[in-house]
T-cell receptor
Framework: AQKVTQAQTEISVVEKEDVTLDCVYE???????LFWYKQPPSGELVFLIRRNSFDEQNEISGRYSWNFQKSTSSFNFTITASQVVDSAVYFC??????????????FGAGTQVVVTP | KAGVTQTPRYLIKTRGQQVTLSCSPISGHRSVSWYQQTPGQGLQFLFE???????NKGNFPGRFSGRQFSNSRSEMNVSTLELGDSALYLC?????????????FGPGTRLTVT
């Protein structure tokens, strides 16, 4: 069963618009970690943020912000004032604390963000 | 610090052949994980190595294997290649083992099987 769901396949925006990417996860663990990665056309996955299950404080880093809500099992990501360089595929991922999940990131299907000038 | 490096970057093989991909983690990182990325299946976990031992394995056939050396460098091998093995293979390293550690990815090896 899919543990991480990114319902949006592609989002197209014009430069300077805000864009919000949705991520819904599923786990029975009480301790888990959530991540966002960016994959530009070059192919390399770039780490953006990590959140643990005990820290629901939202975070802002420059033009990026994250909204973690355990009550709805969501970990959404917003890019404010988007730029062309933000065009990429964005992945949400889950890592669980159980032994058989060590080193294993479970990724969503990804959301393609297209920012046009 | 240098990032994760993977060699080769591109590879073309024929069905039935075998292939070995190499990954050098970030200096000081002891855990290496491998992932396969395809348009149909997305990003899927292959296996994870820590201190030269495979600690976790994804749901892939035995044709996929790997190993880790004492300097934390890792290789993965795919034997008897099938057309469906065509994919981007990504290697990631992390400082420690466990869910808390973020993984840093290399640029990947794009394998094409003809």
């Amino acid at each position: 069963a899919q543990k991480v769901t990114q319902a949006q396949t592609e989002i197209s925006v014009v430069e300077k618009e805000d864009v919000t990417l949705d991520c819904v996860y599923e786990t029975r663990d009480t301790t888990y970690y959530l991540f966002w990665y960016k994959q530009p056309p070059s192919g390399e996955l770039v780490f953006l943020i990590r959140r643990n299950s005990f820290d629901e404080q939202n975070e802002i880093s420059g033009r990026y912000s994250w909204n973690f809500q355990k009550s709805t099992s969501s970990f959404n990501f917003t890019i404010t004032a988007s730029q062309v360089v933000d065009s990429a595929v964005y992945f949400c991922a889950l890592s669980e604390e159980t032994t058989d999940s060590w080193g294993k990131l479970q990724f969503g299907a990804g959301t393609q963000v297209v920012v046009t000038p | 610090k240098a990032g994760v490096t993977q060699t080769p970057r591109y590879l073309i093989k024929t069905r039935g052949q075998q292939v070995t991909l190499s990954c050098s983690p970030i200096s000081g990182h002891r855990s290496v994980s491998w992932y396969q990325q395809t348009p149909g299946q997305g990003l899927q976990f292959l296996f994870e190595y820590f201190s030269e031992t495979q600690r976790n394995k994804g749901n892939f056939p035995g044709r996929f294997s790997g190993r880790q050396f004492s300097n934390s460098r890792s290789e993965m091998n795919v034997s008897t290649l099938e057309l469906g093995d065509s994919a981007l293979y990504l290697c990631a390293s992390s400082h420690g083992q466990g869910a808390a550690y973020e993984q840093y990815f290399g640029p990947g090896t794009r394998l094409t099987v003809t």
